[in-house]
């Protein structure tokens, strides 16, 4: 038995239905005083955190710096080369946006990647883990769940069957609401930012997220920020100052709205966008982070018309951690190392690959070619010759055991699980999202979703 399944079933056996009943009433109390909440869903529906030995989190982090580059050149050479930019199926209004300077180097300060560990991948397996690491979408746009995170953590470690766990195990958080706030600050100051900024959060009032701008708002203020929740119907641009309701100025957004939901609903000439473009107000992410935000990114990366951009080492880290990827079109093109006529090989290889929207969130327009009938993918791969899509190769979702508690009774059973670090300038790991879903298509509104907190854990000597 290896460490972590050691780990997991040592948890599991201090979890007896007392226990069980005494901790699910401390965590339905915590959920509901500290906001946990996804809507009106509570954001955990399980007794037990995400367990990551410290392996793991080494090849998660090795990862990410082996990856990174790539993706950091691809955007350079997009932002000098029209043409080459075309791949990545940006809008007009996007293609405006994206030649605004903000200020500061890194185009996501914040960013998050989607990804999976899996046994079921071709050798060599990593001898420390015996997995595998594959990366399946890049939130460079809107990174959520870091406040989440850090406040389920705190909730779980007071849980009475984590004080019995903690009598063997070393368990260490990895927060991230700091984080946050230093790249805030960080690109505020390269802006040229000088006085204590005001921070305004800035998404819509109805979205599911709100009580983790709350958690943000809270934790701003305990660190001296004023800091103020605005949706982008309160704000006004006017003399050079941008202003919630008419009368509060904000320095410095923490930008949680969609670009393509704001310019959507509220136009190009939204007064942030205004304020952004003439340098009156510092924005994270900015404009540029559209370009790798785009599910295409990982198509630009895997495509073999472009290996040609990327030194060796680059390379090996795309194949090492892409999966074969490409835009919807028609074309040739390498899969496996033998040519294949895109479209009629996608058609009727279903089972082997995903269809994704080039611009979506939340699982949004994403269709499984092994859970669909053919007349649904060919038709989802019609629309995709219309609109842009990326085709990608399926990855073996990994499952783990999660207990839960049912008509006051602990039942274990698997759930699905991701792992998404969070990454800071676009360089370094630290923090891990962690989501479960019975169903295959992993997010929080998912069949089962729910989201855990993530730990370190070590046997103690």
């Known amino acids: 038995m290896g460490e972590l399944e050691e780990a997991i079933d040592f948890y599991h056996s201090l979890l007896t239905d007392e226990v069980g009943i ?49 993706f950091a050149k691809a955007q350079r050479v997009a932002l000098q080369d029209k043409t080459f930019r075309r791949q990545f199926g940006l809008t007009p209004w996007e293609e405006e946006l994206i030649q605004v300077d903000p200020g500061f180097n890194a185009s996501s300060p914040m960013s998050r990647m989607d990804s999976f560990f899996t046994a079921d ?23 959520a769940a870091a406040a989440y995170n850090d406040v389920l953590s705190e909730v779980f470690l007071a849980l009475p069957v984590m004080g019995a766990f903690q009598r063997r195990y070393e368990v260490h958080p990895l927060p991230g609401r700091h984080h946050v706030l230093h790249a805030l600050l960080d690109a505020y100051r390269q802006w040229g930012g000088k006085e204590q900024p005001r921070i305004a959060i800035l998404d819509w009032r109805e979205v599911p997220t709100y009580s983790e701008f709350m958690l943000f708002q809270d934790y701003f203020a305990s660190q001296d920020f004023e800091c103020v929740i605005a949706d982008p119907r309160q704000l006004e641009y006017r003399h050079g100052e941008l202003l919630v309701d008419g009368i509060t100025p904000v320095h410095l957004v923490y930008k949680r709205v969609l670009l393509s939901e704001l310019v ?65 079109k028609e074309r040739t093109t390498l899969y496996e190392g033998k040519k294949i006529d895109l479209l009629p090989y996608v058609s009727q290889h279903k089972d082997q ?68 670090p969070f990454i800071w300038y676009g360089d370094y790991v630290s923090g891990c999202l ?20 993530s730990f370190l854990i070590e046997k103690r000597s």
């Open 264 to 328: 959507t609903r509220e136009g190009i000439d939204h007064p942030v966008i205004r304020a952004v473009r003439e340098g009156s107000v510092c924005m994270v992410n900015p404009f540029r982070c559209k370009l790798l935000h785009k599910k295409a990114s990982f198509a630009v990366l895997s495509d073999e018309d472009n290996a040609h951009l990327f030194n060796a080492t680059e390379r090996q880290a795309i194949a090492d951690y892409i999966p074969w990827s490409r835009v919807v």
């Open 121 to 143: 991948a071709p050798p060599p397996l990593p001898e420390d883990t015996g997995l595998r690491i594959f990366f399946a979408e890049y939130n460079a746009e809107t990174p």
């Open 434 to 453: 962690t989501r479960l879903s019975t169903v295959e298509l992993l997010n929080v509104t998912a069949g089962g979703g729910s989201m855990v907190p």
């Open 22 to 70: 005494e901790s699910q009433r401390q965590l339905t109390r915590q959920l509901h005083h500290r906001r946990l909440f996804f809507g009106e869903r509570p954001l955990c529906t399980v007794l037990r955190p995400r367990f990551l030995t410290h392996a793991q989190y080494r090849q998660i982090r090795r990862a990410i710096r082996e990856i990174m580059p790539a």
């Open 353 to 420: 690959f995903v269809l994704k929207p080039n611009d979506e969130y939340g699982g949004k327009g994403v269709v499984l070619g092994w859970e669909c009938d053919q007349e649904k993918w060919d038709d989802t791969l019609q629309t995709a010759l219309v609109e842009p899509y990326v085709v990608q190769q399926r990855i073996c979702i990994p499952s783990e055991a999660y207990p839960s508690l049912v008509e006051e009774q602990v039942q274990i059973y698997n759930r699905m699980i991701d792992t998404n």
